[in-house]
């Protein structure tokens, strides 16, 4: 089926078989990568690295042609030896310098370091948790712990507030077991698949593309004698390594001697293994399903109740947030790349030829990181500009996709997500499916790179006309005209009584491939009918060429009086990988700063109290029943206004107390050290103000749902110097 | 294993293969409705209905007798043919009555109409959609559509936050692919099954029991001439069915001669078929997973850290939503029965020692339906009792168990759920594992029957213990004394030398099952080797009986200091189906009433604004800008205050539009009916007010978060008389 032939664009978003999957962890999309990658700096490192060997080994039989021979001098000999050191120093000096560029800039070190520290407290504090961790786990399946799961739960709903009640979509939630005639519809049985090999003599399998690129990218960076030329090649391979097919990919395993990592056995050819974690519905084996791999089949199987619920009209927008599932072969990356995960869809349903947005305006002046093809292509980097000027340049395909693209921004930056860590970068031309109108990936910059953790794609009618194909139900929508256009329409009567005489049994065949020929093919049809009376016509259902006479087909164009127009909606989906938007916005939220003593540093996530795990610690200063009755009494308004918070009555010192609560990034800490006025800290600043006990919940409600901010607390509160209670 | 002689009752919420689920579909339950159904009235009426048929057979003769009689007179032959019509008069009414009896009384005709009713409003306005239905759907999945999902998103909101944030709970989320080790500590994988039979044939499948129930049922329904014991037998059958072992169900099978329902061919004898969907994990096909069954086990497994989290401290108490799975054999019971549904679970970890709860007090005087196991075997129905005395009574096992027993009836309620068709059922003793220490369920009066809509258990240390033994990890709790604690121990110290010598390469096992005798059974030994100097001892590794001499073993008791008590904590564990709830809300909020014309029956859901899907509707009274404008600034404004509602733009006559509205339980409607003030509506009395197009909003917004009532509204602001706008 050519119409599959690429997968659908959101397959792309957390999948592992997508051109993007190697992009996403390294630091610039493809076609820029290899072209930066290949920059003057590294091609010179490398042909001085050449140079300094050859001189190297020049001056060395040197050294040994003066100490053979008995004309030269001692002080001949030692400036000959000295010679070649420097030349030694030098050719280390080089090859540092390539070493350090191969394994991605001096930066690299720093941010496992940085990393390693963010998931050290991520695990400590229970955000997640290996799933089944005393059973030894499972790769790719992560709990979310207590923290985690109010993030979670904060991020989803701030999600349905931003998007589906603000835009009034129509929410919907859908079984994850998924009848398998559904996902053939949609392709996924056929093609979403990644290339596997096996060891052959244990049966472990890998992943083939990630054998390949460990080799080549254990190439590039350890073997430093490769010559410019050999390198680039390995890197436009690497560039290149998803489109290859299975026979390539094979062939290259075979050419660069790969075997597998953990036995050196020799490995399989590389063959498809279907992600999706298959089961069977019912007890009696016959019917297949699979776990869904996204939310939207749900929501398009759907369309035609949808569609009349709205009233029959376009556009609208269905929404749906739920779990989705990928078997991956061998899960990588930690939090990035899992083998259950959220997923917020949603699908926008509009009129192909108007894709304006009412709310466009409200979006159109913002301005942000967009990274278009041109721009990709041409090697630069991604520039801020204004959303509605790539509308207005014709960048972004129409108003609708730049109104997501805006909303996704205003959505992410909101949550705590650095507005210079993220950039809209345009899907390349190869990246995009052929039926796809336009499609932009919202890009986070973590320790792993560039991470796609949204997409947005005009999809135009593919999955609607999937559906309909496969299921002879018409997802389609009907505009009335307010008065009966009068259009021109082709009309081809094959006739069929002469058809019968000349074709007699394949009557049908030719019939039907004469209706369903294009305009432009049936009006060439009926030209060189007339002038010639016959004409060749290729039937393919019968594989042969048939003669087609002037009395066998009647073809002219009608002029007729239509009431309405009958059509297949475009779909305008933005996808959200929830789990990466997560791990990215822990990465943007944590930072260290040394403790007041100054002997250690302490964890810090930088929350906005919309995703804060909690909004708010109450501590007693020191244990005493009176300050713990004043705590109980806060905490029982906080919990009247809906403010998510703990008491920590243990004995440590106040200090001890906020390192906890600032690790766990709750953004205000009351602490009780008087029975008629508290102290109330901001976590980043530490500013301390002092606010009367029946006024503390009220105060805390406010600022945390954003009706004022610190710096109103800040003017309004008498202030509170940092005491013995501060760290 | 022993421990899983009996499932753990949480299996029984929403499964089928419990004991429960014949109950849920019945009206009452089981040891209750076998006695009350074998009533005085039902036995009577057979009684009648036998004697009235050898009344009828004896008239019968005596007619015929008259007839060939030449004796006979005409009017003692048209007197006799009088009585026997008269008898069979009779015997038709008792039959009528006794149809009436068992097929549950005259209300089932009501009930279904009902239902259909509920359901029809339900499917038509797209609460919910059986999934995939362009493919023609899947049994026993069912999607939300917009209305359904919002009213579940409603309900999940406020469980978090009436039980996570007000209790401070631990939420946490675990994936739904479960590794098989997991499963096969809880003990689903050898016991989450049903009984299923085969069509020798077509292999089309059957739960057996469902078959000898039907069967049974038209049984006692149709064929009224079975005496009232042989009915007796077939109700204790019914009753029983779910004790039944294969071999039993089976046999049952062949002595009534059931056959599969659709072909009438022979079936296969009842075999066990596992309810889990089975998946493989990973691509090598070695590493088998299911869909959990529940959510509980990722909380079990997690235990330490989570104990560690809350600072090694008890009670606490962790909570998880999220997707379950059962791969039913052949689901019925529409939305009450599927294969992939919603579960909210807490699982409350307290000292088995104190089960006392800080918050009891907040509940005990609560007063609703309890049905204790007493009044159940007594044939005694629900009686509205204090919460409080029945843990005096010592008829709820503890306080926690009732706190959250008290805590569920507040939850439920404030959805919705009427309270006179809510009941509180104690499991009989044959209804809870060995290990429970008492079950109760809040049961839901649908028109299905009573359905059990939350397990509420006290599981002991079963759960716990069952993961420490397959995992070897400790999953216990520490209390450390303030001081230490003098305990008598009992120390048994075989005398290896001497067992070595009598038992040689038994050695090992002998010194093992002496070190593993419980306290009496050691004490018993000891005394029996100082009065006879030796004793038989079993020991099970070996399966024989062995010598044991005085010399062989010291059994003592001594004193020890204790610094802390190491145990496995009780878990409390309430388990709510949250789709039938979100049903049984459905039907305790449907009723209808009629159109003003009277000409039709408008449906109505009467949700409370905290759980209906949209809080308020917008409509300008005619098609005009003015009035559209101001519809659209109270939309804004409403969007600004989070309060989901639609505007209704159309065309049509506002008492269609209230009517529509209503049908998706929205409690408030606005009419724009001039550019300064506007009518509220509130869709229950159908009362309206006049409210400034400024304070709309901010009305609108009160009443629906419960700030204020609509009487408040009622008695601020001028009352509105029903006009033309009115329905």
């Excluded at 957390?14 to 493809?30: D, T, W």
């Excluded at 930066?107 to 290996?130: M, S, W």
């Excluded at 009367?692 to 610190?710: M, R």
């Amino acid at each position: 089926m050519l119409l599959l032939h690429k997968l659908r664009p959101s397959f792309t978003l957390l999948s592992s078989s997508s051109p993007l999957s190697f992009l996403s962890s390294s630091s610039s999309p493809r076609v820029y990568s290899t072209r930066s990658m290949a920059t003057v700096d590294e091609s010179s490192l490398r042909k001085a690295l050449s140079d300094k060997q050859s001189a190297l080994e020049a001056q060395g039989n040197a050294v040994r042609e003066l100490k053979s021979s008995s004309a030269a001098t001692k002080p001949e000999i030692d400036a000959a030896i000295e010679a070649l050191n420097a030349l030694k120093l030098d050719k280390s000096s080089i090859e540092r310098q390539l070493q350090a560029l191969m394994s991605n800039g001096e930066g690299t070190v720093n941010k496992e370091a940085f990393r390693q520290a963010v998931v050290n407290t991520l695990e400590r504090r229970l955000f997640y948790i290996p799933s089944f961790k005393i059973y030894r786990g499972v790769a790719g399946l992560y709990d979310y712990g207590p923290p985690g799961c109010s993030v979670k739960s904060n991020v989803l709903a701030f999600w349905r507030q931003h998007f589906v009640l603000e835009e009034n979509m129509l929410e919907v939630d859908c079984p994850c077991v998924t009848p398998e005639v559904v996902l053939k519809a949609s392709g996924h049985v056929e093609k979403f698949t990644d290339l596997m090999v096996k060891d052959e003599k244990t049966g472990t399998c890998y992943r083939a593309d990630h054998l390949l690129k460990d080799f080549c990218n254990e190439k590039l960076q350890k073997d430093l004698t490769i010559s410019s030329e050999k390198a680039a090649d390995i890197k436009h391979l690497l560039a290149t390594l998803d489109d290859l097919s299975a026979e390539e990919l094979g062939a290259k395993i075979k050419e660069f001697g790969i075997v597998a990592p953990d036995t050196k056995n020799p490995l399989s050819d590389p063959y498809p293994f279907n992600l999706m974690f298959q089961t069977s519905i019912g007890p009696s084996g016959s019917s297949t399903g699979y776990m869904r791999p996204e939310t939207a089949q749900g929501i398009f199987v759907n369309f035609r109740d949808l569609y009349y619920y709205n009233g029959s009209k376009l556009p609208f927008a269905a929404a749906q947030i739920g779990q989705a599932f990928r078997n991956e072969i061998s899960p990588r990356q930690g939090l990035l790349r899992v083998r259950e995960f959220t997923l917020a869809e949603i699908e926008h349903f509009v009129d192909p030829e108007d894709k304006s947005h009412p709310k466009y305006s409200e979006v159109a002046d913002l301005e942000f990181l967009m990274f278009p093809r041109q721009e990709q292509v041409s090697g630069e980097s991604a520039k801020r500009v204004r959303l509605g000027d790539t509308v207005s340049k014709g960048i972004v395909n129409n108003e609708t996709l730049a109104y997501f693209i805006g909303r996704v921004y205003l959505f992410l930056t909101r949550l705590g997500i650095d507005k210079e860590r993220l950039r809209f970068r345009q899907h390349l031309a190869n990246e995009m499916a052929h039926y796809a109108a336009d499609c932009w990936d919202a890009e986070i910059e973590s320790s792993y790179g560039w991470i796609e953790c949204v997409g947005i794609a005009d999809r135009s009618a593919y999955d609607l006309r999937a559906h309909s194909e496969k299921s002879g139900v018409q997802l389609v929508a009907q505009e009335k005209f307010s008065e009966p256009k009068e259009v021109e329409k082709l009309v081809i009567a094959p006739v069929k009584k002469e058809l019968g005489v000349a074709f007699k049994g394949s009557q049908k065949n030719v019939v039907e491939a004469l209706e369903a020929m294009k305009e432009k093919e049936a009006l060439d049809m009926k030209a060189t009918l007339e002038s010639k009376g016959e004409v060749e016509f290729e039937v393919c259902t019968l594989g042969k060429t048939v003669t087609i006479k002037k009395n066998m087909v009647n073809i002219k164009k009608e002029k007729k009086k239509e009431h309405q127009r009958v059509f297949t909606p475009s779909v305008i989906e933005p996808s959200f990988g929830i789990g990466r938007i997560i791990y990215c916005l822990f990465e943007h939220a944590f930072y260290t700063r040394p403790s007041k003593a100054g002997d250690e540093q302490l964890n810090v996530f930088r929350f906005p109290p919309l995703v804060a795990p909690i909004k708010c610690t109450v501590f007693p200063l020191v244990q005493n029943q009176k300050y713990e009755e004043v705590a109980k009494f806060i905490s029982k308004s906080l919990t009247a206004a809906g403010i998510s918070h703990r008491i920590d009555i243990t004995g440590t010192s106040i200090g001890k107390r906020y390192a906890r609560t600032d690790e766990l990034g709750v953004p205000f800490a009351i602490t009780v050290d008087s029975t008629t006025s508290v102290t109330l800290r901001e976590r980043d600043s530490k500013d301390q103000v002092r606010v009367d006990v029946e006024k503390a919940a009220s105060v805390v409600k406010d600022v945390t749902e954003g009706q004022t901010t610190w710096a109103d607390v800040w003017s309004t509160f008498p202030h509170q110097s940092s005491t013995a209670t501060d760290d």
